[in-house]
């Protein structure tokens, strides 16, 4: 699944696990290459393989719906109606208003009709720049305001704006697979979806969950930090991740729908503790977008408990309720 402003695969942290789970059978687990990325799932009580399964084939479910690039897919019928009402199911239209909730909050740069501007940044394989005019064209049909949403109807008033849920729509994902777990009984688990964890029910001991955030630019992995939570999600968005050097310059994923180009702000990474990981998604993304000044809407936003900011000083910011140790 292609990521627009925010592509969060590579993220900056990693689940630490450590002993048994207070002497019961060993855990289950399986990796899978989806939504563009690897994603995991791990079930500790009670280890279920069959169920693990399931998880990830309704995991593949939710890509057909939300892929930018899958033929038939929710978002390409909208990509590719040329305006026309399109009937989308009622998971999509869920994200869909979510996205148009966030963008608000974020005073437009969070903007789920960046499809056609992030298309053009290829930052795989041999990534390049693309062309100012392809550039200005496709930043002129980022504008949020030209979707219609009613009920399970969307509709496009502008034929060139593309969806791009990619932003959001892991950590919605994320949000699904621990709701199916948590309603089959599961009482420990981590899903992992290229970087969006949700950390279900206790740890194995039953202490808290520990989760390493990653120090910016290090080619070793090293941490920074750690984080001890109980239940909750945690997402990474930083400029490092996916980037390429063109020019003398480093351009980064995130982009600003105002410029069409990677953007530019006093934050390098953001790491957000929430109850959603979908809330994860956008908050983390916004930090990078907004700066240091995104700390101003946490408030407003349900269900946020941590963050762990890393600004181009270097300088770390804490905020909210979070134990965070640093390395």
């Known amino acids: 699944m292609r990521k627009s402003i925010a592509y969060f695969i590579i993220i900056a942290f990693a689940v630490m696990l450590c002993g048994c789970y207070g002497g019961k059978a060993e855990p289950v687990g399986e990796t899978r290459l989806m939504l563009d990325t690897v994603c995991s799932i791990t079930i500790y009580d009670p280890p279920d393989r069959q169920l693990v399964s399931e998880a990830m084939e309704l995991c593949e479910e939710y890509e057909k719906l939300f892929s930018v690039t899958i033929e038939g897919s929710d978002v390409w019928r909208v990509n590719h109606a040329g305006g026309a009402p399109v009937t989308v199911s009622d998971e999509t239209a869920q994200v869909i208003l979510a996205g148009l909730s966030f963008g608000g909050i974020s005073g437009g740069l969070f903007d789920i009709t960046i499809g056609r501007l992030s298309g053009l940044w290829n930052f795989k394989g041999t990534p390049s720049l693309p062309a100012a005019q392809e550039i200005a064209a496709a930043r002129d049909t980022v504008d949020s305001s030209k979707i219609s949403l009613t009920g399970n109807t969307v509709q496009m008033a502008d034929t060139d704006a593309w969806l791009d849920l990619g932003g959001i729509a892991k950590g919605y994902i994320a949000d699904r697979l621990a709701s199916f777990l948590k309603e089959k009984g599961v009482k420990g688990a981590v899903i992992d979806l290229g970087g969006n964890v949700i950390l279900v029910g206790k740890k194995p001991g039953g202490n808290l969950w520990r989760v390493g955030v990653t120090k910016p630019f290090s080619e070793s992995g090293e941490l920074l930090g750690t984080i001890e939570t109980g239940e909750a999600s945690a997402v990474t968005s930083g400029i490092y991740e996916r980037q390429f050097e063109s020019g003398g310059r480093i351009y980064h994923h995130i982009l600003d729908p105002r410029t069409g180009m990677p953007v530019e702000s006093d934050v390098v990474s953001a ?57």
Request: avoid cysteine.
């Open 271 to 327: 790491t957000v503790i929430a109850r959603s990981s979908m809330t994860g998604d956008a908050l983390s993304t916004m930090f990078v977008l907004l700066g240091s000044s995104a700390a101003e809407l946490l408030g407003s936003v349900p269900g946020f408990i941590g963050a762990i900011v890393v600004l181009d000083s270097g300088e770390v910011l804490e905020y909210g309720k979070v134990e965070f140790t640093r390395r």
